[in-house]
Each structure stands twice: as C-alpha cells, then as structure tokens.
C-alpha cells in the first residue's frame, strides 16, 4: 500500500484518490465482516474439531483474528485492480486483467491456503467482497 498509493497517485491523481477510498472501505468492510462471519483459521478448527491432522504452524500462520474473509485477497485485488485500472491503456486493459490480475490473484489465494492461513472459502468470500 505505502508503494502503490503514491505510484497511482502519480501517474493519474483522481484514481490516486480513488484508490485511496476504495482501499480504507474495503479494510473497513473486512473489519465488520470479520466481526459479524467470525469464520475459524484452520489452525483454530484443528484444535477444535480434535482431528488428527498435523499443521506445521509458523510465523506468518500465527494470525490472532477471525479468517472469514481473507483480508489479504481482498486488499490484493483492491489493490492490483487500481494499478492495473490506472496504467493500464484502453487497448490492453483486458489483457493485463486476464495476464496480470487474475494469476496474482490465484497466487494470493493459493499462498494464504498453502500456509493454512485461510480455507479456501475464505480466500474466495475475501475476493468477492472485494468487487
């Protein structure tokens, strides 16, 4: 955010603004929804739900809030939908949403279950709240 905001800021300053709104709604929204869907990280449902399951917890698992939604997918596309919304042309707007956005997204979402941050719904919920 401390890098994208100035770079979009610079390069159109109503999207600059825009995307600084967008990005404080959207952390806001997370916030609520976190508080009202309290959804269980996998590592709390483990420990729960008493299955024999072995999670290698680390220290970018060791998240203290509620997981539902993932704040980290929705802050990426936020994010990389304005960058790519304020350099992208026209013409190559559609392509750098399918090249750029979609992957980086899917990463995101990957990575966040990789390190059994989030469940996959959460990750999906996190990028639908978003839009």
Same mark, same amino acid.
């Given at each position: ?29 997370n ?13 709390w449902?483990v ?10 917890e680390t220290?970018?698992?060791c ?13 990426? &596309? %936020? +994010? ?6 304020? #350099?992208?042309r026209?013409?190559?707007r559609? =392509?750098? &949403? %399918? +090249?750029?956005?979609l992957?980086m997204?899917? #990463? ?6 990789? =390190?059994s ?8 919920f ?6």
């Amino acid at each position: 955010f401390i890098f994208f905001f100035p770079l979009i800021f610079a390069v159109n300053k109503y999207k600059g603004i825009k995307f600084l709104t967008t990005f404080i709604v959207s952390e806001w929204m997370n916030q609520v929804f976190k508080w009202i869907l309290h959804g269980d990280r996998p590592y709390w449902w483990v420990k729960e739900a008493r299955q024999d399951i072995a999670l290698k917890e680390t220290f970018l698992t060791c998240e203290t809030g509620p997981g539902l939604p993932s704040g980290h997918c929705q802050a990426s &596309f %936020v +994010v990389w939908y304005c960058l790519l919304d304020a #350099l992208a042309r026209d013409k190559t707007r559609t =392509i750098a &949403f %399918v +090249v750029i956005f979609l992957p980086m997204q899917v #990463l995101m979402m990957c990575s966040r279950i990789f =390190i059994s941050a989030h469940f996959p719904h959460q990750c999906l919920f996190g990028f639908l709240f978003a839009l």
